[in-house]
């Protein structure tokens, strides 16, 4: 059965969760079906579709990538995302810039809204907040197909790319043959799916023996995951993204072994600031990498002032919000080196 089968089945079980406070570190209000469900997108709305920062180039690539944003929703009452509410919408759009801009001037980014999670019950979203989690799912489902139908067409092959919640969703819908990963002619549209800052592990290729984990930096239709962490002992058992016995694939290598990469291979990292995001601050050199454990851990950080603790989720030393940004140039000169192995070797 597939993913769309199964959400529908799991949507009837809501009403099982009516007046239960769900979330980690602190709950939130009793969930109530009527009031904390906002109605699903209309894909053929185009306001249900993220807007692109007016610096991205409006050229048309050769390569489509279909881009599922991280959590931006982290208030006290809310469960899901309102796509109408500007303020998260707004937070959405910046994952495009500091995020998905890895892939401007070189594939054409198409980014839905989705009804997501509160970042509080992402730690329960495929257990006890399973059914809550599925409405978003229903949201990526609907949107890939919108996407396929009405603006890739079959015309170009396709980058999968998410981060945190985003990836997890992913992943799952992957797990599950939803996303091109259905059957191998579907998937032979897949450049490459960066599901960064979430895990994949021997049991989800179990369970879908397509998907597979990069272990070179021109392999394609492959799913490329890590979560950078710092040096500091124990600090990948307090990353809530990792998940034991995942793969990692190192940014500054692209393998999945144990070798140092040191900072000098990392071309540069990108940390963008609001007051000005067309112009990030650079720093080449940033850090070096290598795969320990279930983790990415980074040493040699040339400017620590950069990787700062925000979140409670992410204690210091987790440097989950800086997945990308750490290795910025070395992710947008891999998404090339991919889609031009793609199209050498298709």
């Known amino acids: 059965m597939t993913?769309?089968?199964?959400?529908?089945?799991?949507?009837?079980?809501?009403?099982?969760?009516?007046?239960?406070?769900?979330?980690?570190?602190?709950?939130?209000?009793?969930?109530?079906?009527?009031?904390?469900?906002?109605?699903?997108?209309?894909?053929?709305?185009?306001?249900?579709?993220?807007?692109?920062?007016?610096?991205?180039?409006?050229?048309?690539?050769?390569?489509?990538?279909?881009?599922?944003?991280?959590?931006v929703l982290s208030d006290e009452s809310t469960y899901l995302m309102d796509i109408r509410d500007p303020r998260l919408r707004e937070k959405a759009e910046w994952t495009i810039v500091e995020q998905a801009s890895i892939f401007d001037g070189q594939a054409n980014i198409y980014a839905p809204y989705y009804r997501q999670n509160n970042v509080k019950i992402n730690p329960?979203?495929?257990?006890?907040?399973?059914?809550?989690?599925?409405?978003?799912?229903?949201?990526i489902v609907a949107a890939f197909a919108y996407f396929m139908e009405h603006f890739n067409k079959g015309e170009r092959p396709i980058i999968l790319a998410a981060h945190s919640q985003g990836s997890v969703r992913v992943v799952e819908l992957s797990k599950d043959g939803e996303l091109l990963t259905g059957d191998p002619a579907a998937l032979e549209k897949l450049v490459?799916?960066?599901?960064?800052?979430?895990?994949?592990?021997?049991?989800?290729?179990?369970?879908?023996?397509?998907?597979?984990?990069?272990?070179?930096?021109?392999?394609?239709?492959?799913?490329?995951?890590?979560?950078?962490?710092?040096?500091?002992?124990?600090?990948?058992?307090?990353?809530?993204?990792?998940?034991?016995?995942?793969?990692?694939?190192?940014p500054l290598t692209w393998r999945t072994d144990t070798a140092f990469a040191p900072a000098s291979a990392n071309l540069g990292a990108a940390f963008f600031r609001h007051e000005d995001p067309e112009h990030p601050v650079r720093h080449p050199h940033f850090a070096a990498a290598q795969v320990k454990g279930n983790a990415l851990v980074v040493t040699d950080v040339s400017h620590p002032e950069e990787l700062p603790?925000?979140?409670?989720?992410?204690?210091?030393?987790?440097?989950?919000?800086y997945d990308y940004a750490i290795f910025y140039e070395n992710l947008r000169e891999n998404v090339k080196d991919r889609i031009r192995s793609y199209f050498s070797t298709g």
């Open 3 to 71: 993913q769309t089968g199964r959400t529908d089945e799991r949507t009837s079980s809501l009403e099982d969760l009516r007046g239960k406070e769900l979330g980690v570190p602190v709950t939130l209000p009793p969930f109530d079906p009527g009031r904390d469900v906002p109605d699903a997108p209309d894909y053929a709305d185009p306001e249900s579709w993220l807007s692109l920062p007016a610096h991205f180039t409006t050229e048309n690539q050769p390569v489509d990538v279909f881009w599922v944003y991280p959590t």
């Open 124 to 139: 329960l979203m495929l257990t006890d907040a399973r059914p809550i989690f599925d409405l978003g799912q229903r949201d």
């Open 192 to 250: 490459a799916a960066y599901v960064i800052g979430y895990s994949i592990t021997p049991a989800d290729l179990e369970k879908n023996p397509l998907i597979k984990v990069g272990t070179s930096a021109t392999e394609t239709g492959c799913f490329i995951t890590y979560n950078t962490v710092s040096d500091e002992e124990g600090k990948e058992t307090e990353a809530p993204t990792v998940i034991p016995g995942t793969f990692v694939v190192n």
């Open 309 to 321: 603790a925000t979140s409670v989720t992410f204690p210091p030393g987790v440097y989950h919000m």
